[in-house]
């Protein structure tokens, strides 16, 4: 196994030992280092510089923590490049509209191609591959949107993924439906005898349909 690889499977063995979809949780990490590296260590770089501008800065999602980053002088350069664009739009009374993707987007997307590919090329047949298919046949798998775009990516998928996610997701909704039926009026006591997962499964509801997003 390639070192790469080595470095996927230990960042997915990890988060599969958490809550919510593994892959959530390593794109929320990585794209949180990414950015940070970016703003800490890159921003006299100007390929960077021009790809932040030409986009109008990052997405919604990806900038709504920037106030909390140590480097407050990287966010106002930044941030100044696209204040400039926008003012000269007002002035000009036209519409201003980004010319490129969020940065951190496109890293996103490249990392998550990087683990769905991982996931759909584990077969189980190596010690390794047989470790990673355990842990993650143990964890919430993916959610929903994550799942889709394996399928995008892939047609075909190694049996035991498949099967694993479609039977979660089955699972998944008897559950919701047992939560829902037995939150009617007169049935407290059978609510109360199920297990506390299930108790609160509409949040697992919650993070399979949206995904895990911090």
Not at 205 to 212: D, S, V
Request: charged fraction near 35%; proline fraction near 4%; glycine fraction near 4%.
């Amino acid at each position: 196994m390639a070192i790469d690889k080595h470095i996927n499977f230990f960042e997915l063995e990890k988060a599969c030992e958490q809550e919510g979809c593994p892959l959530c949780r390593i794109v929320n990490e990585r794209t949180w280092r990414y950015l940070d590296n970016m703003l800490f260590e890159h921003i006299s770089d100007r390929p960077f510089r021009a790809a932040h501008r030409a986009a109008g800065g990052f997405c919604r999602e990806h900038s709504k923590n920037l106030s909390n980053f140590r480097d407050g002088l990287a966010v106002a350069i930044l941030g100044r490049d696209i204040l400039e664009d926008r003012i000269e739009a007002f002035l000009k009374n036209k519409p201003w509209k980004p010319k490129a993707v969020c940065p951190i987007c496109v890293e996103q997307e490249r990392i998550e191609k990087e683990y769905l590919s991982f996931l759909a090329e584990s077969t189980g047949k190596s010690p390794e591959e047989a470790e990673l298919q355990r842990k993650f046949t143990l964890s919430e798998g993916l959610c929903a949107p994550h799942y889709e775009q394996l399928l995008r990516l892939r047609k075909k998928l190694p049996t035991w993924l498949r099967d694993f996610q479609e039977q979660k997701f089955k699972t998944l909704l008897e559950r919701v439906n047992r939560f829902i039926d037995l939150s009617a009026y007169g049935k407290q006591d059978q609510f109360a005898a199920l297990p506390e997962a299930d108790k609160i499964v509409w949040k697992e509801l919650a993070r399979t349909l949206r995904g895990t997003i911090e």
